[in-house]
């Protein structure tokens, strides 16, 4: 059963704190004991305890400290689109470690596959760029080598790997969601960090995301001050928008209802309807946890509040995301529902800091390529 919400029924206030912070306070003693686990292993590698080793091709890792939500994956194709646009011949690959696969090690994703077999992100990620090979490999530093024995890429994006501490990333993009802000979270259980905040320090890059507009100078340096940056550390921020409709049958482009009925597999469900809700009136949101495995049942839950009247109005149409219509799809009754799949737009506030950070990437991993100090 989905961990369903029905946030037209609550009052505006109410279903605008679906995005708070919630402090599950009777969780407090296991959260304590995740962190002392995590710093015990953090302290083991930076003491040489545990040995970290470069990847066998230049990595680019893009992570956070939280679980989930930050928007990884949409500006993993944004700045692999930047990347591949400003290139010079660079053939770059992606590596993910496939959540939600039943599959285990090291495969190279099949367009035509499933997420059972590849994951919902990576196999999006295939689609999205035909030219571009995407890997799954629990093991990093086993998947790198296996992609560097292909002859197919001269560098890789990783997406999520900052907490695989064995490998030593080439660049380390940190992406912070500014509605989830780490300074004031808890620790798994309690809360959603996994990884101690005073890692994000340690990145080459901080990408503030969800920031609902662009920010001023003074803005940043806030910002900078409360996640306790280093003075030269580039800081940039973003904005998410919904950027279109599309048929999940037939992929072509759709108006917007009037109505609709949300389902989102996300670990900030909140955010997707507020976007949702600038365009049409979200009626019923069927929010399950992130990565949720779609059946027939679920399905037909939907149907039946299509035919249903909520506050004088039936909604038109099933919206969801696009890592979420990989698991949708491919279920029988799928295409006998009107389901539109809502595609997420990058929207950077900061094109100059933006555009410097592409090539301070790009010499960076031409220099590890090359292994020269120059």
Same mark, same amino acid.
């Given at each position: 059963?989905?961990?369903?919400?029905?946030?037209?029924?609550?009052?505006?206030?109410?279903?605008?704190?679906?995005?708070?912070?919630?402090?599950?306070?009777?969780?407090?003693?296991?959260?304590?004991?995740?962190?002392?686990?995590?710093?015990?292993?953090?302290?083991?590698?930076?003491?040489?305890?545990?040995?970290?080793?470069?990847?066998?091709?230049?990595?680019?890792? #893009?992570?956070?400290?939280?679980?989930?939500?930050?928007?990884?994956?949409?500006?993993?194709?944004?700045?692999?689109?930047?990347?591949?646009?400003?290139?010079?011949?660079?053939?770059?690959?992606?590596?993910?470690?496939?959540?939600?696969?039943?599959?285990?090690?090291? %495969?190279?994703?099949?367009?035509?596959?499933?997420?059972?077999?590849?994951?919902?992100?990576?196999?999006?990620?295939?689609?999205?760029?035909?030219?571009?090979?995407?890997?799954?490999?629990?093991?990093?530093?086993?998947?790198?080598?296996?992609?560097?024995?292909?002859?197919?890429?001269?560098?890789?994006? #990783?997406?999520?790997?900052?907490?695989?501490?064995?490998?030593?990333?080439?660049?380390?993009?940190?992406?912070?969601?500014?509605?989830?802000?780490?300074?004031?979270?808890?620790?798994?259980?309690?809360?959603?960090?996994?990884?101690?905040?005073?890692?994000?320090?340690?990145?080459?890059?901080?990408?503030?995301?969800?920031?609902?507009?662009?920010?001023?100078?003074?803005?940043?340096?806030?910002?900078?001050?409360?996640?306790?940056?280093?003075?030269?550390?580039?800081?940039?921020?973003?904005?998410?928008?919904?950027?279109?409709?599309?048929?999940?049958?037939?992929?072509?482009?759709?108006?917007?209802?009037?109505?609709?009925?949300?389902?989102?597999?996300?670990?900030?469900?909140?955010?997707?309807?507020?976007?949702?809700?600038?365009?049409?009136?979200?009626?019923? %949101?069927?929010?399950?946890?992130?990565?949720?495995?779609?059946?027939?049942?679920?399905?037909?839950?939907?149907?039946?509040?299509?035919?249903?009247?909520?506050?004088?109005?039936?909604?038109?149409?099933?919206?969801?995301?696009?890592?979420?219509?990989?698991?949708?799809?491919?279920?029988?009754?799928?295409?006998?529902?009107?389901?539109?799949?809502?595609?997420?737009?990058?929207?950077?506030?900061?094109?100059?800091?933006?555009?410097?950070?592409?090539?301070?990437?790009?010499?960076?991993?031409?220099?590890?390529?090359?292994?020269?100090?120059?």
């Amino acid at each position: 059963m989905a961990l369903r919400t029905n946030p037209s029924s609550l009052p505006a206030g109410d279903r605008a704190a679906t995005s708070v912070l919630r402090d599950r306070w009777w969780w407090a003693p296991l959260a304590a004991l995740f962190k002392v686990g995590v710093r015990l292993r953090h302290s083991a590698y930076d003491r040489g305890l545990l040995k970290q080793k470069e990847g066998a091709l230049p990595t680019v890792v #893009l992570g956070n400290v939280t679980v989930g939500g930050t928007g990884k994956t949409p500006h993993l194709k944004v700045l692999l689109q930047k990347l591949m646009d400003r290139g010079q011949g660079e053939r770059w690959a992606v590596l993910s470690r496939g959540y939600g696969r039943k599959s285990k090690g090291f %495969h190279r994703v099949d367009r035509t596959g499933t997420p059972a077999e590849f994951g919902d992100e990576p196999l999006e990620l295939a689609r999205r760029f035909p030219g571009v090979p995407v890997f799954v490999c629990e093991d990093r530093l086993e998947g790198l080598k296996r992609i560097a024995e292909t002859g197919l890429a001269d560098a890789v994006v #990783l997406d999520d790997g900052l907490q695989h501490r064995r490998l030593k990333p080439t660049v380390s993009l940190m992406l912070v969601d500014t509605t989830q802000p780490v300074d004031r979270d808890h620790f798994l259980p309690r809360g959603r960090l996994r990884d101690l905040p005073v890692r994000i320090p340690e990145a080459d890059a901080v990408i503030l995301t969800r920031c609902p507009s662009p920010y001023t100078k003074g803005d940043l340096r806030l910002w900078g001050h409360r996640l306790r940056l280093k003075p030269d550390q580039p800081l940039l921020h973003t904005g998410t928008q919904v950027d279109g409709l599309r048929a999940m049958t037939t992929k072509r482009y759709a108006g917007w209802p009037a109505s609709c009925i949300a389902v989102s597999g996300l670990a900030n469900p909140a955010q997707f309807e507020h976007q949702l809700s600038r365009q049409c009136r979200v009626l019923s %949101h069927f929010a399950y946890p992130d990565h949720h495995t779609f059946t027939e049942d679920d399905l037909r839950a939907w149907a039946a509040v299509l035919k249903r009247e909520t506050a004088g109005r039936r909604p038109e149409a099933i919206i969801t995301t696009q890592k979420d219509a990989e698991r949708i799809r491919p279920l029988e009754a799928a295409a006998d529902l009107p389901i539109l799949v809502a595609s997420l737009k990058i929207q950077w506030w900061d094109e100059e800091p933006l555009g410097a950070l592409l090539s301070s990437l790009r010499r960076k991993v031409g220099v590890s390529e090359d292994g020269s100090d120059i």
